[in-house]
């Protein structure tokens, strides 16, 4: 490697400061005025809220990396705190489709506000092409540690 810096110690440190800034934020403020949401489940929440298609839970575990397990734990913790609901589908009685309550809706709407802020600070001062190589050089790092993945 052309570095003394180790990468995962970098992203793990990014990780860190990234999520200490939020807790500094009105991100951190929505989500305790309602105690049994986490960053996870707005997190969760974006991504069924902006999906295109039906959302299922499999399609949760892949976009976060998560195991079925921890998935299931997850959105039963969301369904019983009112944020989704689950539906069958009728094409596949062992599908249940993540559908958002109002609820969460509403707390989306409060979260795109501080995600906004968040994104707008992160790139400051970076050009188009930083932009565009920076995600190029993430996308790799993200498929080299997928491969890793027994």
């Known amino acids: 490697m052309g570095s003394d810096r180790e990468i995962g110690y970098e992203i793990r440190v990014l990780n860190n400061t990234i999520r200490n800034s939020i807790n500094s934020m009105k991100l951190n403020k929505d989500i305790e005025s309602n105690p049994h949401t986490t960053r996870l489940h707005a997190w969760v929440i974006g991504f069924v809220f902006h999906s295109k298609n039906p959302v299922y839970q499999k399609d949760i575990e892949t976009e976060f990396q998560i195991k079925r397990s921890t998935a299931s734990t997850l959105l039963a913790s969301m369904e ?4 989704i609901t689950r539906r069958s589908v009728d094409h596949d009685a062992r599908l249940k ?32 092409e930083e932009l565009r190589n920076f995600f190029s050089t993430l996308d790799k790092i993200s498929d080299n540690a997928r491969s890793m993945i027994i």
């Open 97 to 128: 489709q993540v559908i958002l309550t109002d609820k969460a809706r509403k707390m989306h709407e409060t979260f795109l506000v501080t995600a906004k802020k968040v994104e707008e600070n992160l790139a400051r001062g970076l050009s188009d």
């Open 80 to 83: 019983k705190n009112g944020l």
